[in-house]
């Protein structure tokens, strides 16, 4: 089918011999584009001229945006998106848009349009972060916000952190990602380093979510398994794993829904170091993110 397809011309499969793809109205090729995913409106745009044009209607595109798309363009100074058609809009939302000087992104996935978040560590409350004998701010290529925070040592282990957005509706995951371990680059290559790196495997690390329509959620996980997994090593060391902490439905996008978040471990009987914190991301539930690593329940 590949093949007969692409000896079709604008005219037909022989000038005159039959109808080809240059027959289709644009009007019905821009009703089949309403089904498609942006990636496959893209691809069929350079089949020919109706196929090009139905690719750029601004009726198909508003159909891949959220309802309440203007939301994130209100994040942007209005020079960048005034007088864009609904194609380049979608192509602006889908790059990270910043906000909250610039510690907080949002973004459509490219391939449904669905909107996610990402919160830096920059933007929540952790337990100590001002004292360079706890934690310390690291700038790496690893992260989304380019800085991770790095914590050497603490009894008291809490990050607190919230939001507000107006989320279209959906079914949300939020997760927290995390690194065992400090992490840089030597001779070119990643180099990993557990010096500090203890604590994680005598009691749970707690995860809580809330929002402000009620909806709660909790889980428990142990941070490291390296005595657990002596005889196939410390898998969780050394790698960014994102800890699901749970999920939340968002009905209507007004009035906008706040949720907060945190991971704590406050057993001051013993200490508790060498881990990385990165993000908090909130992305569809059912959504294949291929960044992911590892995703725990």
């Known amino acids: 089918m590949g093949s ?6 604008e005219w037909g499969p022989i000038a005159g011999d039959g109808p080809g793809l240059g027959d289709i109205p644009e009007s019905c090729v821009a009703c089949v584009f309403l089904y498609l995913t942006p990636p496959e409106i893209c691809n069929l745009a350079g089949l020919n ?29 209005p020079e960048r998106y005034q007088n864009l058609c609904k194609k380049d809009v979608f192509a602006l939302l889908s790059r990270p848009v910043p906000f909250d000087d610039g510690n907080k992104v949002a973004w459509l996935d490219k391939v449904t349009g669905r909107v996610c978040l990402s919160i830096s560590t920059k933007a929540m409350s952790i337990t100590g ?27 008291w282990f809490e990050v607190d952190g919230s939001i507000k957005f107006p989320l279209p509706p ?8 995390i690194h065992l ?37 909790s889980t428990e996980c ?16 050394g790698c960014w794993i994102e800890y699901k902490v749970g999920e939340f439905i968002v009905t209507e996008s007004n009035p906008a829904i706040e949720i907060r978040f945190s991971m704590k471990q406050i057993d ?24 992911r690593r590892r995703a725990l329940k």
């Open 4 to 9: 007969s397809l692409s000896n079709l011309t």
């Open 222 to 237: 142990f941070l490291d398994d390296c005595v657990a997994d002596e005889a196939n090593g410390c898998h969780k060391r």
């Open 49 to 77: 001229r109706a196929f090009r044009d139905a690719a750029s209607s601004d009726a198909v595109w508003e159909s891949k945006l959220p309802h309440n798309y203007q939301d994130l363009l209100d994040l942007l100074p």
């Open 268 to 291: 001051c009987t013993h200490s508790k170091g060498g881990i990385c914190v990165d993000n908090v991301s909130i992305i569809p539930s059912n959504l294949k993110v291929g960044r």
């Open 181 to 217: 371990g400090r992490f840089s680059k030597r001779l070119g290559r990643r180099v990993c380093y557990f010096e500090h790196t203890h604590g994680w495997d005598i009691k749970p690390v707690r995860f809580d979510l809330s929002t402000s329509n009620g909806q709660e959620s």
């Open 170 to 177: 959906d079914i949300y995951t939020l997760s927290f990602r």
């Open 129 to 155: 972060i001002e004292d360079r004998r706890y934690w310390n701010w690291v700038s790496t290529e690893e992260s989304r916000f380019n800085i991770v925070a790095y914590l050497q040592q603490i009894w």
